[in-house]
């Protein structure tokens, strides 16, 4: 056996009261990609920021090609041999692909002759990976899997072995994942060792030889990728037995309760952000809003949930809502039987510095049953209520008294789902539900809003996970540069088809 | 979980903060070749070592805790109201205006009038301010600030102009008529047999500025706009999502800020001066920001940091009064006092976390090991 291109032996970590990592100890072969699956929260992030050098461990110790290394700062990290690809990209913007790529790594004060070299070595690194890049391509000008290419370059130009990637495909379409797996299998091809961190079950089952999965600080388990099944990992990262489809009868859609005619929606900057759509939401249904991050999807949801102004019509129930004035705002659209959880929930959903109780009235904190006469409101009845919604909808700790900020992601997410769904609204808008929500919380909501569909209500569900988008629709539009590209039974259609109408493709059957 | 106990974080880190103040404040002072326990020994027994004392203190106290809950209300929308000075200028002009020219039958109705209207100037003085970063995104600690010189100039004119008595030597307007002269707290500790000095200005305004600090405490923490005005400066996003108007709470937080502002005026103006005289405000709308600060925005803790900025700056007096210490030092020191609690309030609270952190873990080591 060779030696391992990593070894982390017995490493923990802090932080205050929190122990983020727990004698953890993980052995990479070199030419292999290594999966870390884990929830949020479970010291995945922790344990890389460690490695490259962010962090300093309480304990335990990094070997790296059997030699124990002291990575004290990221110089040393990229000095070893390790390249990192973050989740937000570090690139400067107005800059060229070439000017971000040599940026930090210049070779002396003049920068032609480096920029010299690293054209041709971009020449060569594109040629081996199928990563072609235009080198004198400003990073605004180019899309996000093209500048998450960057950010691979940027690595290899700077001679790294051991390539980290936290959360790759968040922000691409499914045919941009496919081509970074492309890339990930050539480097790997090439002898360079792959962490990939991701909490998709799915592409660690696609591209990984081995995985580590991650629980509440503490490794849970490492095997081997084909020796394990997508049930077994989810059952590993949450402890427990988990639903990964949503069970549902099919849909017995109503009378149309929302419908959107030639909305169109311009930002403060003057840019068109959505382009004449309509559509509508039947009750007792759920219609998904599939598509890549930024194509206009927040835009609806906020002229939806009264904070961006629009022109158009919307029809609620048959009745049109103002678009635009002071009539159009968020306790207007509550008024009219709009409930809203937005994309956000640290934004927006909630106040993070107010306590569980307060955040269980917002948005609704005018409506009687909060005020004590006319001048105060009733904290009493607030705190009761909130500790109704933390039963039901088991909310832990199920402490009306704790700092919003001071709940997991989704405990967050079930207090904003709980407030928004007890309000039996007639319409629920629903942005993200699921974005960095562990899986045992992600199947609690995804049961609660297909309850609320079976009650008759109508759901619009916006969401970048295709596979959310996939299980819980009745019916699916896909939305591209503001404009909806198609609609789609999700029986009749299949990722690939959505994939592509999301990168704005028409295929022979739209 | 929390960092440390909240008795801790509410009194433990203030109390630090003023130690070291002081303990450089006596370094500043052996510097200049005094005796820096001597002049300790001086501010204090001159703030709060006799009724004569107390009673001053008590009245530059009534002042910042009219400033200090202006800014504090101002902080809880994330406004930071730097223009407390002009708006209480104003507030003054309100008061003489009242006093001057209504025949008041009694100092009570005129104390009500009084009040209602030096908020009202106040309150107009910060509504411009206040439009244009609602409207049109004008920071408001520019605008506010400019507008303090624009109240000054205003009331140089209107003192010098229009409101000085003919044949008047100095700009100040006529004194009020004896039916607005408000009981001192001599008058109003003597109805109860508690003897008080005579000679000093505290006054029942100073009753006046406890009302608002409840007021404060119940409009903040216990009303829908409170609620409103907290959610928005905790996060303007959140707030447009819930169907807050971010216009609506900028203007009620900024016209209640101001209001407060211009409500010192019936401690300076009507309760001590008895007249409007030309820079009446001596720097109490300034005051007021550092104890909003120290206060940490909380009514009880404005009305405790007002008591402290109190004994300072009476306490200062004294010492420019009996010793060679100069005038200026007294802003030294207040300075200091402001840096430490203020500024470098992270200084104090890192360690000070660290340490209950520390202490905590080995309790529950020691626990676990048993």
């Not at chain 1, 003057?270 to 382009?275: L, P, W």
């Not at chain 1, 948005?363 to 009687?368: F, I, K, L, S, T």
Request: aromatic fraction near 6%; glycine fraction near 10%; charged fraction near 20%.
């Amino acid at each position: 056996m060779s030696t391992p291109a990593i070894e982390l032996k017995g490493i923990s970590k802090a932080f205050g009261p929190v122990q983020a990592n727990k004698d953890i100890s993980i052995r990479v072969m070199p030419g292999t990609i290594h999966g870390i699956i884990g929830e949020n929260g479970a010291g995945k992030s922790t344990l890389m920021s460690i490695l490259y050098g962010f962090y300093k461990a309480d304990a335990g110790e990094i070997w790296i090609n059997g030699k124990k290394t002291e990575i004290p700062d990221s110089q040393h990290a990229i000095r070893a041999g390790i390249g990192m690809v973050f989740q937000h990209f570090k690139l400067v913007e107005n800059f060229t692909v070439l000017e971000n790529v040599v940026l930090g790594a210049e070779d002396g004060a003049l920068l032609r002759p480096t920029l010299a070299r690293a054209r041709a070595q971009l020449k060569k690194l594109a040629e081996e990976y199928e990563l072609n890049v235009d080198p004198d391509a400003l990073i605004e000008d180019i899309g996000v899997g093209m500048q998450q290419r960057v950010e691979i370059l940027k690595s290899l130009y700077r001679q790294a072995d051991i390539l980290i990637l936290d959360e790759p495909t968040g922000v691409l379409t499914p045919a941009e994942a496919d081509h970074l797996f492309r890339i990930l299998e050539s480097l790997k091809r090439e002898g360079k060792t792959i962490i990939l961190i991701t909490h998709k079950l799915r592409e660690i089952m696609e591209i990984t030889d081995t995985v580590s999965v991650m629980r509440r600080g503490e490794m849970t388990a490492t095997v081997r990728t084909a020796d394990t099944s997508p049930p077994e990992l989810a059952e590993l990262m949450v402890g427990r037995k988990v639903l990964l489809r949503v069970e549902k009868a099919p849909a017995r859609p109503g009378d149309k309760v929302l419908e959107v005619r030639n909305l169109s929606v311009t930002d403060d900057k003057g840019v068109k952000r959505i382009k004449d759509i309509s559509f509508e939401v039947r009750a007792g249904e759920i219609l998904g809003i599939a598509g890549v991050a930024g194509n206009g999807q927040s835009e609806l949801l906020e002229a939806l949930g009264g904070y961006q102004s629009a022109t158009g019509t919307i029809l609620v129930n048959g009745q049109p809502i103002d678009l635009t004035g002071s009539k159009s705002d968020g306790r207007t659209r509550r008024d009219r039987g709009i409930a809203h959880v937005p994309e956000d929930r640290q934004r927006e959903g909630l106040i993070m510095d107010f306590q569980a109780w307060e955040n269980v009235a917002f948005g609704y904190h005018h409506r009687p049953e909060y005020q004590k006469n006319r001048f105060l409101m009733d904290h009493a009845a607030m705190k009761a209520d909130c500790e109704r919604k933390m039963e039901r909808f088991d909310v832990r700790p199920p402490n009306p008294m704790l700092l919003a900020k001071s709940f997991s992601g989704g405990n967050q997410q079930k207090l904003v789902v709980a407030r928004e769904i007890e309000r039996n609204p007639d319409l629920l808008l629903v942005g993200q539900p699921t974005r960095g929500v562990d899986i045992g919380a992600i199947e609690f909501i995804h049961q609660q809003l297909v309850a609320l569909r079976d009650q008759g209500k109508a759901i619009l569900l916006v969401s970048v996970e295709l596979d959310e988008i996939l299980s819980l629709s009745d019916r699916i539009a896909v939305m591209f540069d503001g404009q909806i590209m198609g609609e789609r039974m999700p029986a009749e259609t299949t990722a690939k088809e959505l994939g592509l109408l999301m990168a704005g493709i028409r295929g022979e059957a739209a | 979980m929390q960092k440390m106990p909240a008795w801790a974080d509410v009194v433990l880190i203030p109390l630090i903060s003023l130690l070291l103040a002081a303990i450089l404040s006596g370094l500043v002072i052996l510097a200049i070749g005094e005796n820096p326990w001597e002049a300790l020994k001086l501010m204090i027994s001159g703030s709060v070592g006799s009724s004569y004392a107390w009673g001053y203190t008590l009245y530059y106290a009534t002042n910042f805790i009219f400033t200090g809950l202006a800014v504090a209300i101002a902080f809880h929308s994330r406004m930071f109201n730097i223009g407390g000075e002009g708006q209480a200028m104003l507030g003054g002009l309100g008061v003489a205006y009242v006093c001057l020219f209504i025949p008041w039958p009694h100092w009570s109705l005129a104390l009500i009038g009084a009040t209602a209207a030096s908020a009202l100037f106040g309150a107009a003085w910060a509504a411009l301010p206040a439009y244009l970063q609602a409207r049109r995104g004008s920071h408001i600690v520019i605008t506010t600030i400019m507008f303090n010189f624009i109240a000054a100039a205003f009331l140089n004119y209107l003192l010098v102009n229009v409101l000085k008595p003919m044949g008047a030597m100095d700009p100040a307007t006529a004194k009020f008529p004896a039916p607005t002269h408000l009981p001192s707290l001599h008058d109003i500790l003597g109805a109860f047999g508690i003897p008080f000095s005579k000679a000093a200005p505290a006054n029942v305004a100073l009753l006046v500025a406890i009302l608002a600090c409840v007021g404060v405490w119940l409009l903040v923490w216990r009303t829908r706009l409170g609620y409103e005005i907290r959610a928005f400066g905790h996060s303007e996003s959140a707030a447009k999502y819930a169907g807050i108007s971010p216009t609506r709470i900028i203007m009620l937080s900024m016209l209640i800020s101001g209001g407060l502002a211009g409500m010192m005026a019936i401690n300076n103006v009507m309760g001590e001066a008895e007249r409007l005289v030309l820079n009446s405000t001596e720097g109490a709308g300034f005051i007021g920001i550092a104890v909003a600060l120290m206060g940490r925005s909380h009514p009880l803790g404005v009305f405790l940091a007002a008591i402290l900025f109190g004994i300072l700056y009476q306490g200062g007096a004294e010492l420019a009064l009996w010793t060679n210490i100069p005038r200026e030092m007294i802003v030294v020191i207040q300075a200091l006092v402001i840096l430490f609690t203020g500024a470098l309030d992270n200084m104090v609270r890192m360690p000070l976390e660290k340490l209950f952190l520390a202490i905590r873990r080995g309790q529950s080591a020691t626990t676990a090991g048993e």
